[in-house]
């Protein structure tokens, strides 16, 4: 069985993602494309991107806003509880938020690029 292009993990998946939208973005004119079709294709990267990020952030930032929660709930009462965790979450792309299924979008994208005659 061949193996899957996909990484499966979070973060090898963000670091595909961000070499995808590169590669694509400049190859995607010699073989094809139309700009429209590339705009699709980079704004499922770009947000596929974001949640990536975003949901990395908040992972990251979990276990202080759980401290937080119980020093602010539980607390001795006579301790200020100081100030809430930052969180450092990417601002969402520009561009409006694709419908559901970019990696079934983006998976076409990669199988039409491989097909396309000039591809290498």
């Known amino acids: 069985m061949a193996t899957d292009y996909l990484p499966n993990d979070g973060e090898s998946f ?7 939208k590169v ?9 094809n494309f139309t700009a429209p079709e590339i705009t699709d294709a980079l704004a499922d990267a770009d947000w ?5 990020r975003a949901a990395s952030d908040a992972s990251s930032h979990a ?17 200020p509880v100081g100030s809430a965790p930052v ?16 990696i079934t ?4 994208t990669v199988k039409r690029l491989k ?3 000039a591809y290498t």
């Open 48 to 52: 596929s991107l974001h949640v990536c």
């Open 105 to 108: 979008r983006i998976r076409a």
């Open 14 to 20: 963000c670091g595909w993602l961000e070499n995808w």
């Open 63 to 79: 276990s202080a806003w759980v401290q937080f929660r119980e020093s602010l709930l539980s607390g001795d009462g006579n301790t």
């Open 115 to 117: 097909g396309a005659p």
């Open 23 to 31: 590669e694509f973005a400049a190859v995607a004119p010699t073989l």
């Open 87 to 102: 969180s450092s979450a990417p601002a969402a792309p520009a561009s409006p938020a694709p419908a559901q299924g970019a």
